[in-house]
């Protein structure tokens, strides 16, 4: 063996072991629930708690709720600043850059901050403190979502697309739904995934609003059980290992097309 | 002994044999062109020169040292890239000025020396500029002066003028050819552009499938290839499946039609492939010349000439026409002669 | 050579149909996603903004940045720092020799999973993460307790994975992962005509690397240390489930004060709020212009 490869296996030994060995001890400390023997108890105690259920459903519809609300917020602006108001893009990025100088805990602190005073005070209800929640999310996934819409528009050019459309008497429900939107799917699948990602595993936010988010029950979850935290530790790690899958299945065949991401720190 | 002696230089990539009994000798102060198809060995050819590629066999020497085996930093061979691969961190004259600073020559003199370069590619106040703000031409320029600065023995271009557009690679062909001279510095030019090539060289080599086709210069390499691919692959070639009538009186047969040709020629009654260049043949009629009737398929005006298609039997020859403006082009279905003299056209050999 | 070019054109064309003023109507398309940004990103900064420069009636003053100075604020500013810059730094450079062994070293075989891994890996934050690192080094953590068997003792050694070299520790896992998705395509530009430029012009491998290939990889090395400092500066859920917010973060103080006002004093609450900010902004603008220069260097 030469010399560099040596090395080079050395790291990649080491990067390996890194990763590998915390899931490891994870996986085994969840499946010694019962003593003396490797059991899924734990994993049957997590599905069968109706909390888990609950709190993961919950995460899961604000999730939901957060990608509808993003793809109707971005995805109409990008195609209308690219279609008629090119100048000012630049502004739009901007935009999408801020999340990334707001980390969540100061985000959560400065909405509760303003929106759980009056004249707003959506905090009081239920209902507005999700859709509080929901918004916060917008924002913490707005920088991803920006840039795959936007990244996935430009790939397929919209502007000369639209007027290619309207040169062969296309009418706007046309253009939008059978043109721009089917050349859009790679993009818009690749933002709901990320969404989905950021969404379902975050704590800051979702402790602080008190909503029953998955992330908040999980952090419970540490602090009072033993095994079934780490039965919950793997199931998100599944989940952001389907999450991120699903985003190279959408993206491989689309070079150019994939962004580092950052989960919920 | 040539300055550049390449002795059957053979280099096989696993199973495929990229280059094969490459045998070339270049004189000092000569420019040089390997010509041929994507995947003739062109390249490699000129990649196991510069040292990046190791030959399977053979050697090469450079005034009389064997390089064969030697690392490419100890060569002296100065290589330009079909990509400029110009080092994006630095300035243009720290690039031109980059070999000088490893062979130790004081920064003082390295400026004046790149400075003196940039004067040479003609871009004196460009010496500040970083690669991103030059364009393809310019940065090209600066690549050629960057290996021009280590005053190379040999220098190498690989495909350099194929990333740019049509009007700026005459100019810089033109601009190489100029320095070349200047310098007088023997110089191996890749190219897949014949016309690069052929105005280029004082010789081409022709490569195809690894092989040499034809060494030659290029007056030589157009009107005399040596084997049907050189023929096909340089310049536009109208060939004519004909059989020969009458060896020692050298007349074949096209269709109906009969063809003189300058003997010998193969066995009567064998079928050959007849060439003869566009540029050969005239529109009517001509006392001496072999004459052949046909209709026009096409005229095709390309500004300096004309290109006229006339189908004969069995075959379409195309005649190319100095454009002068009292000429009267023909029309697409119009009955006409063409004609051309015996010593125009050959016989092809065998493709193989 | 008037026909030579050399503006860096947008991709975009110059708007056909955008005249100035081009009616109201074009505008009022862009309206709702500048009105949800100012009100969920813009709004919020900008009261803490203010607040940081108002007395409990609403007077202007210096006095919250002022009352930053005091232990237990300058040591959270401290701690976060440390391992902030600690685990930049290590994720760098872990990260960098990983990217280095799959792209130029002859790991080669493994880069898509590593980078599959990658991607998954720093996004694995949170809770979940700080549980898997009590799970391996918590007190009866599986390597805790396997390197008990053998007689080595981590705690008694003096090792916490509740302190600094824990929290380090943890970040780590989603620190290098973020560094090879970032290093991996600029190592990858590397053009291999740069090598055999420089060999032709008789450079040997340390010189290329010495005046080449690191000064191209520089910006994009410098600007990842800084997105990776901004990355564990920021975060809070997983100090926070690690160690139950008994480690003093910035992050974590922000989160006692928003929870008790444990400071007894909200403007110095929003100080230090906007203080991080403003340490994420110039980290992050850094970063930006470092990966422009990058990419500048590595296009075509």
């Known amino acids: 063996m030469k010399r560099g490869a040596f090395w080079s296996w050395l790291w990649v030994g080491l990067g390996i072991a890194y990763f590998a060995i915390p899931l490891i001890a994870t996986l085994e400390f969840s499946l010694k629930a019962e003593r003396g023997r490797y059991s899924l108890a734990a994993y049957r105690t997590v599905l069968s708690d109706p909390q888990f259920a609950s709190t993961f459903s919950f995460s899961a519809g604000i999730a939901i709720l957060t990608i509808l609300f993003s793809l109707l917020l971005i995805v109409p602006t990008v195609y209308w600043v690219h279609l008629r108001l090119p100048q000012i893009r630049p502004a739009m990025e901007f935009v999408a850059f801020l999340p990334f100088v707001l980390p969540a805990i100061v985000l959560v602190f400065g909405l509760i901050r303003i929106y759980s005073r009056p004249p707003f005070a959506l905090t009081n209800y239920v209902w507005s403190t999700n859709l509080l929640l929901v918004a916060a999310y917008m924002g913490l996934a707005l920088p991803y979502m920006y840039r795959s819409v936007d990244t996935g528009m430009r790939a397929i050019d919209v502007r000369t697309l639209t007027e290619a459309a309207q040169s062969l008497g296309a009418g706007w429900p046309t253009i939008v739904g059978r043109v721009i939107f089917p050349n859009l799917r790679t993009a818009l699948l690749s933002g709901t995934f990320l969404t989905f990602a950021i969404v379902l595993g975050e704590y800051t936010i979702a402790s602080f609003l008190a909503r029953p988010m998955f992330g908040p029950y999980l952090a419970n979850m540490v602090r009072n059980k033993a095994y079934e935290p780490a039965a919950l530790s793997i199931i998100s790690f599944a989940l952001t290992w389907a999450m991120m899958g699903g985003l190279q299945w959408v993206t491989h065949r689309t070079p150019g097309s994939t962004q580092v991401t950052t989960g919920p720190r | ?352 | 050579m008037a026909t030579e070019t050399v503006a860096v054109t947008e991709s975009t064309p110059p708007a056909r149909r955008a005249r100035a003023g081009a009616g109201l109507l074009t505008w009022l398309g862009v309206v709702p996603f500048f009105l949800f940004a100012l009100a969920f990103l813009v709004a919020p900064a900008s009261y803490l903004f203010i607040g940081s420069f108002q007395t409990l009636d609403g007077q202007f003053t210096l006095d919250n940045f002022r009352n930053l100075n005091q232990p237990i604020v300058v040591e959270a500013y401290k701690n976060s720092l440390q391992v902030s810059f600690a685990t930049a730094l290590g994720g760098t450079i872990f990260g960098f020799l990983l990217a280095y062994a799959v792209t130029l070293g002859r790991a080669g075989r493994v880069r898509s999973g590593l980078l599959t891994f990658s991607g998954v890996a720093s996004n694995f934050a949170g809770v979940p993460l700080a549980f898997a690192f009590i799970a391996t080094l918590g007190r009866i953590g599986l390597i805790t307790t396997m390197l008990k068997a053998v007689g080595i003792d981590l705690y008694q050694q003096g090792f916490s994975l509740y302190s600094f070299a824990g929290l380090s520790l943890t970040y780590m896992y989603f620190q290098f992962p973020l560094m090879i998705l970032i290093i991996t395509p600029a190592l990858e530009g590397l053009k291999r005509e740069w090598r055999e430029a420089a060999e032709n012009l008789g450079a040997s491998s340390g010189q290329y690397w010495r005046y080449i290939a690191f000064p191209v990889l520089l910006p994009s090395l410098l600007g990842t240390l800084i997105l990776l400092f901004a990355n564990a500066f920021g975060a809070f859920a997983t100090a926070f489930a690690l160690t139950g917010g008994t480690i003093n973060l910035v992050t974590i103080l922000i989160g006692s004060q928003m929870r008790g006002d444990v400071l007894r004093d909200p403007g110095l609450g929003y100080a230090l709020a906007v203080g991080m900010v403003a340490i994420m902004a110039v980290s992050i603008t850094a970063y930006t212009l470092l990966q422009r220069r990058s990419e500048r260097w590595l296009k075509r």
């Open chain 2, 1 to 352: 002994m040539a300055f550049l002696e390449i002795d059957q230089l053979h280099k096989q990539f696993g199973d495929l044999p990229a280059v094969s009994g490459f045998d070339v000798d270049v004189e000092q102060g000569e420019f040089l062109s390997l010509l041929g198809p994507s995947g003739c060995g062109k390249t490699t050819a000129l990649r196991m020169i510069a040292g990046f590629e190791r030959p399977t066999s053979g050697t090469i020497h450079l005034n009389g040292r064997d390089i064969t085996n030697q690392p490419p930093n100890r060569r002296h061979i100065g290589m330009v890239f079909q990509s400029y691969a110009l080092f994006p961190n630095m300035t243009v004259a720290d690039n031109v000025g980059f070999g000088l600073k490893l062979k130790g020559m004081t920064p003082a003199d390295a400026r004046r020396r790149a400075g003196e370069l940039l004067e040479l590619i003609q871009l004196p106040d460009k010496g500040g500029s970083y690669p991103y703000q030059l364009s393809g031409g310019q940065q090209q320029r600066v690549a050629l002066a960057r290996a021009l600065a280590i005053e190379p023995q040999v220098l190498l271009l690989d495909e350099p003028l194929s990333a740019l557009d049509a009007k700026i690679r005459v100019e810089l062909r033109a601009e190489i050819r100029r320095i070349q001279q200047q310098l007088h510095i023997t110089t191996l030019y890749v190219t897949h552009d014949q016309e690069e090539a052929m105005s280029l060289s004082d010789r081409v080599v022709v490569m195809n499938k690894g092989f040499i086709e034809q060494v030659g210069p290029p007056f030589e390499i157009y009107n005399y290839p040596r084997t049907a691919f050189v023929a096909h692959f340089v310049g536009q070639l109208n060939v004519m499946p004909v059989r020969v009538v009458d060896a020692a009186a050298g007349r074949v047969a096209l269709g109906e039609q009969t063809i003189i040709l300058e003997p010998p020629l193969a066995a009567n009654g064998q079928a050959v492939t007849l060439a003869v260049r566009p540029e050969e043949l005239e529109l009517g009629a001509a006392e001496g010349h072999n004459n052949l009737r046909g209709l026009v398929e096409s005229v095709n005006f390309l500004g300096s000439i004309v290109r006229v298609r006339v189908a004969v039997d069995g075959a379409t020859l195309s005649a190319d026409l100095f454009n002068e403006r009292l000429l009267t082009l023909p029309k697409a279905g119009e009955a006409v002669t063409i004609n051309f003299p015996a010593h125009a056209a050959w016989v092809l050999e065998e493709q193989g």
